[in-house]
């Protein structure tokens, strides 16, 4: 008796591929194919690649890497994927830094933002944190090869009290959709990345006002908070910042539309002894 033969496999050229994620509704179907293939994966693998992204599984999920900054980093499920706007963030933080600065990134996530500021500046003394253990492990792989540490915690409750009032550059791109609009994302973001990496609670500002309220006494006289928010929260974001005693600055990019606000203590103030 011969066996029945089993399904034979879908073919995986390249005009394939390209046709199952277009029918998938992909945009961007033949760059999105084009990565795929280079995944050097066997055409079951592949398959089963096109297949996930057909689902609706973020492209950077399925090859389980984002580019940021020309970086290749590394996206393990449920990580909030770095968005492309976030690169202004990082754009405006290098001219001003030194080479050894004291960096935080705070709610890192993968921990994109460090890592693309320490390739910028050569060499950062760099610490980083989030609350979600899966992305602490990413970010530990992220960070490795710039010497960075990456704690796991609620914000600031994992840092080493050492790091009190010398912080150069503190990253926080914070999670800043209102709880009512997490419904509204595409099913991208609302389904695939982590409720805790999106929900800003209910104006979106909850977790910028809690690392705004402690901010003062992690920053090196000079230092500066600086986080992301969107044009319509930026006023709130701007009265938040001057009311935790730092002194705020917006800057925006038409063409990645990004806003992001530069807190900066003044050189003349004392740190905050204890945060709330
Ligand atoms: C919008 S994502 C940004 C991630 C990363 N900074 C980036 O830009 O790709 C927000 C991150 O904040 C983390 N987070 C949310 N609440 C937190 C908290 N209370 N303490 C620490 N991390 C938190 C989430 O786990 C998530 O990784």
């Not at 009190?164 to 800043?176: C, E, K, Q, S, T």
Request: net charge negative; proline share 8%.
């Amino acid at each position: 008796m011969s066996a029945s033969p089993s399904p034979s496999p879908s073919p995986v050229t390249f005009s394939a591929v390209v046709t199952r994620l277009r029918a998938a509704g992909c945009v961007f179907a033949e760059d999105e194919a084009r990565l795929i293939l280079s995944a050097g994966r066997v055409p079951a693998g592949i398959d089963a690649m096109v297949d996930r992204r057909a689902a609706g599984l973020p492209l950077e999920h399925v090859l389980g890497w984002a580019d940021f900054r020309g970086l290749r980093i590394s996206i393990d499920a449920g990580v909030f994927v770095p968005r492309r706007r976030t690169e202004f963030l990082i754009e405006r933080a290098v001219p001003l830094a030194r080479s050894g600065a004291v960096v935080v990134d705070l709610c890192c996530g993968s921990g994109a933002l460090g890592a693309a500021l320490a390739a910028a500046l050569g060499e950062v003394e760099l610490y980083a944190a989030d609350i979600d253990p899966v992305a602490v492990r990413c970010a530990r792989r992220n960070l490795a090869a710039a010497g960075g540490t990456v704690y796991e915690g609620d914000l600031y409750g994992p840092l080493p009290a050492a790091l009190r009032g010398r912080v150069d550059i503190l990253l926080a791109n914070v999670p800043y959709v209102p709880t009512e609009e997490v419904g509204l994302l595409p099913p991208e973001a609302r389904v695939h990345e982590a409720r805790v990496a999106l929900d800003g609670g209910a104006d979106g500002l909850d977790v910028l006002r809690r690392v705004t309220a402690e901010a003062g006494g992690w920053l090196a006289p000079g230092g500066s908070l600086r986080f992301e928010t969107s044009g319509r929260q930026a006023p709130s974001a701007m009265t938040i910042v001057a009311n935790g005693g730092l002194e705020p600055r917006l800057a925006e990019c038409d063409e990645l539309d990004a806003t992001v606000i530069i807190a900066t203590r003044p050189s003349a103030s004392q740190p905050v002894p204890d945060g709330p």
